[in-house]
């Protein structure tokens, strides 16, 4: 609880990012990432972000895999990043000082740098109000939705449980 109320406060000026896993059979996202699912106060400013990797120019054009965990239950906060083969500074194998990995953990920063972009160009954003234009905007044009999200301006977005918003756009 003591966590939870910690991560609740940060929401009031930051985005909470999360990688969902990456276990391409699980239906549901880990157990971090789907904190907004048992504390709802959490989900006002938190992201789920999945791996996924495309192939081509485009989501529409394009193939696309998920790799990782579908979002299940946290569908309508999870969204989708290509996080395959992203070099990093974390270190590598036989000595050398960048490595390309695959993952959701590679994926959730570029989410969040869509955060920080997103951040910049609207600085009167409450995050809240950054979260909802990420979720919104997501390419969803490559899976069936079966639901959708109403946001604040009135705005909906389909989503589904496999691929939650789609993939950051």
Same mark, same amino acid.
């Given at each position: 609880?003591?966590?939870? !109320?910690?991560?609740?406060?940060?929401? %009031?000026?930051?985005?909470? +990012?999360?990688?969902?896993?990456?276990?391409?059979?699980?239906?549901? $996202?880990?157990?971090?990432?789907?904190?907004?699912?048992?504390?709802?106060?959490?989900? /006002?400013?938190?992201?789920?972000?999945?791996?996924? @990797? +495309?192939?081509?120019?485009?989501?529409?054009?394009?193939? $696309?895999?998920?790799?990782?965990?579908?979002?299940?239950?946290?569908?309508?906060?999870?969204?989708?990043?290509?996080? !395959?083969?992203?070099?990093?500074?974390?270190?590598?194998?036989?000595? %050398?000082?960048?490595? %390309?990995?695959?993952?959701?953990?590679?994926?959730?920063?570029? $989410? @969040?740098?869509?955060?920080?972009?997103?951040? /910049?160009?609207?600085?009167?954003?409450?995050? /809240?109000?950054? $979260?909802?234009?990420?979720?919104?905007?997501?390419?969803?044009?490559?899976?069936?939705?079966?639901?959708?999200?109403?946001?604040?301006?009135?705005?909906?977005?389909?989503?589904? @449980?496999?691929?939650?918003?789609?993939?950051?756009?």
């Amino acid at each position: 609880d003591a966590y939870a !109320t910690a991560l609740n406060n940060f929401q %009031s000026t930051g985005v909470i +990012v999360r990688a969902a896993g990456n276990n391409p059979s699980a239906t549901e $996202v880990g157990g971090l990432a789907g904190m907004p699912l048992i504390y709802s106060d959490l989900a /006002e400013a938190w992201l789920t972000v999945g791996w996924l @990797s +495309v192939q081509g120019s485009d989501a529409t054009s394009s193939t $696309v895999t998920r790799q990782g965990n579908q979002c299940g239950l946290a569908a309508k906060f999870c969204i989708f990043a290509d996080g !395959t083969w992203i070099t990093s500074g974390i270190g590598g194998y036989n000595g %050398s000082m960048y490595w %390309s990995y695959g993952g959701s953990s590679m994926a959730a920063p570029i $989410v @969040s740098g869509g955060v920080a972009l997103l951040s /910049e160009a609207f600085p009167n954003h409450t995050p /809240e109000q950054l $979260v909802d234009r990420i979720l919104a905007t997501a390419d969803n044009t490559f899976f069936t939705t079966t639901d959708t999200l109403t946001f604040a301006n009135g705005i909906t977005h389909g989503y589904n @449980s496999e691929y939650g918003q789609g993939i950051l756009d």
